[in-house]
């Protein structure tokens, strides 16, 4: 398999443990034309009782490459593509963010 699908691979099920952990629901978008890989929803309810359905589109990417990003220790910058950083400039009725999980470089400290 490809380097980078097993990236994919490990993103998307590192993502799902998180969710599974904190009691979110993760979709996953096979085929995303509009840079949304998943979509995790939760229910919210207020302190009032009042309950919201809350969703929130992800765009999933993974990196074992310094030349990729640079971590200043407050702030991760990676280089997006610029196709993807517009669709997640774009205006929608559901926000989108951008994960990034970093690796080592090392492949045998891979989980």
Same mark, same amino acid.
């Given at each position: 398999?490809? #380097?980078? $699908?097993?990236?994919?691979?490990? +993103?998307i /099920?590192?993502l799902s443990?998180l969710?599974?952990?904190?009691g979110?629901?993760? #979709? =996953?978008?096979?085929?995303?034309?509009? /840079?949304?890989d998943g979509i995790?929803? $939760?229910?919210?309810? !207020?302190d009032?009782? =009042?309950?919201?359905?809350a /969703?929130? =589109?992800?765009?999933?990417?993974?990196?074992s &490459?310094?030349?990729?990003?640079t971590?200043?220790?407050?702030t !991760?910058?990676? =280089?997006? $593509?610029?196709k993807?950083?517009?669709?997640?400039? !774009? +205006? &929608?009725t559901i %926000?989108?963010?951008l994960?990034?999980l970093? !690796? %080592? #470089?090392?492949?045998?400290?891979? %989980?």
């Open positions: 398999m490809q #380097e980078t $699908k097993v990236k994919e691979d490990i +993103s /099920s590192y443990a969710c599974a952990y904190a979110i629901s993760y #979709e =996953r978008i096979i085929h995303d034309d509009d /840079s949304t995790l929803k $939760k229910r919210v309810i !207020l009032d009782k =009042r309950k919201y359905d /969703s929130l =589109r992800i765009q999933l990417k993974c990196t &490459s310094d030349s990729q990003y971590d200043d220790g407050d !991760l910058h990676y =280089r997006l $593509k610029a993807n950083h517009a669709d997640l400039c !774009l +205006s &929608s %926000p989108i963010i994960g990034l970093v !690796l %080592p #470089e090392d492949k045998k400290e891979w %989980p």
